[in-house]
Structure formats: structure tokens, C-alpha cells
């Protein structure tokens, strides 16, 4: 018989989606059936992400109405990478009460997935007579991991907060 999973002569059928999940986008499961489309629009998916955060490979497999059925690619014919989970930032100075004027921040930011695009740390201060807004301080807005010396005023309350983005806009 000849093979037409094209389905040139005898039209497409349906197509079937398979994917495989990675956690950490080294080790892979099985592929598995996501389902399939016999609809007008049978090359459309809406994919869900059904093992949730991760990486996933993706292939689609013809069958045509004379029941001729594609064979399986060798490798995936798509991958993507699904990041819904925030970024963690983690923010601290090394004491609650300083007894000078410079003092160091560290902070950390990180995020499983995707990885992290960009930490920027905030600062904003009262003199007792109330919080002043939040402005930037960020010696290196690239960095994950890092610290440096703030430089204050004697009798300052100081707050420090941190904002993490990761590669997948989180």
C-alpha cells in the first residue's frame, strides 16, 4: 500500500499531538497522547501544559481518511519551556541596628524555571517625620547573588525590598 500521510489523495483525517515533560529540561518522560484534532482546524492546538511548569517536546502525527498514518519523527517537531511560578527574592542587612553610616545589603534572587532576567533593589528611609517613596538602588541590576555598602545618614531608618523578573515575564 502506499504511504500518504500527507494525505494528498484522500484527505487528513485527524492529526494527533503526543508530548513529552521535563522538570529540569535534561531528564525526559514518555511521549504521551495529548489528544487528537479532527476538526476544520486540525493543525491548531491549544496546549495546556497539562504536567504544569516545565519543559515539553511536542510532536503531531496525520492520519489521513484512507487510514494511513504518519510515522513518528526521529526528534520533537516543537519545544517550549512553561514558567508560571514567581521568582524568589530574598533581601537582608547583616544587623537590625547599625552603629554607622555605611552598611552592607545582600540579596539573592532566584527562580527555578526560566531563570532570573533582572533583581532590582529599593530603598527608602525616615527621618521621623515619615517614609519617604521607594527609590532604586541597584549597583548591578544583573546580578542574582550579591552584596555592596549602602551608603546612609546617621539617625535614618532605612527599608530595603527587592524585585526579581524571570525570563518568562513573572
Known sequence: SDDNSSGAESGVKEVALYYKYSSNNSTWGNWTLFGTNDTA???KWTFNAPDGDGWYQLYSIAIDNA???EDAPGTEDQKLGVDTTLPT???WVNATYQNAVKFTVY???TDATSGVEKCTIYW???NGTGWTGWAVWTPDDRAVEANDTFNGEEGIWYE???NVTD???N
Do not use: M, S
Open 41 to 43: 482546524e486540525q493543525y
Open 67 to 69: 487510514t494511513n498514518v
Open 89 to 91: 527574592p530574598t533581601i
Open 107 to 109: 540579596w539573592k534572587c
Open 124 to 126: 527608602r528611609k525616615d
Open 160 to 162: 530595603f525590598r527587592v
Open 167 to 169: 525570563l518568562a515575564g
